[in-house]
């Protein structure tokens, strides 16, 4: 059983910065995809970002939705049992709450909210001036 807790979001003016953080718990989290999902009012579950083990050691490929490619990062710190979400450049597009998710390790996708067994309780980015 994996337990995930959201912090970081809030209220932010466009163009502006915030970062979210995602706490794991349990002992394999280094083996587990990460992944961001958001959902706006009235919208479906999307993809944001994954970091997908690549199965030698600690190497990890980050993957991103073409609406936040080049704004957004994502790293994980595996010795804290994190993942965290760096947004810069915010729209107001990118209003939504946000989710972080967990899988255990898979070869094959990453980027379908189904696909991840566990997920944290959601964190709200407002971006507004």
């Known amino acids: 059983q994996v337990q995930l807790v959201e912090s970081g979001g809030g209220l932010v003016q466009p163009g502006g910065s915030l970062r979210l953080s995602c706490a794991a718990s349990?002992?394999?989290?280094?083996?587990?995809?990460m992944g961001w999902f958001r959902q706006a009012p009235g919208k479906e579950r999307e993809f944001v970002a994954t970091?997908?083990?690549?199965?030698?050691?600690?190497?990890?490929?980050?993957y991103f939705s073409d609406s936040v490619k080049g704004r957004f990062t994502i790293s994980r710190d595996n010795a804290k049992n994190t993942v965290s979400l760096q947004m810069n450049s915010l729209k107001p597009e990118d209003t939504a709450v946000y989710y972080c998710?967990?899988?255990?390790?898979?070869?094959?996708?990453?980027?379908?909210?189904?696909?991840?067994?566990?997920w944290g309780q959601g964190t709200q980015v407002t971006v507004s001036s």
């Open positions: 998710a967990a899988r255990r390790h898979n070869d094959n996708g990453g980027r379908s909210a189904p696909e991840y067994d566990y």
């Open positions: 349990g002992r394999t989290f280094s083996s587990y995809d």
């Open positions: 970091t997908i083990w690549r199965g030698e050691g600690s190497t990890y490929t980050g």
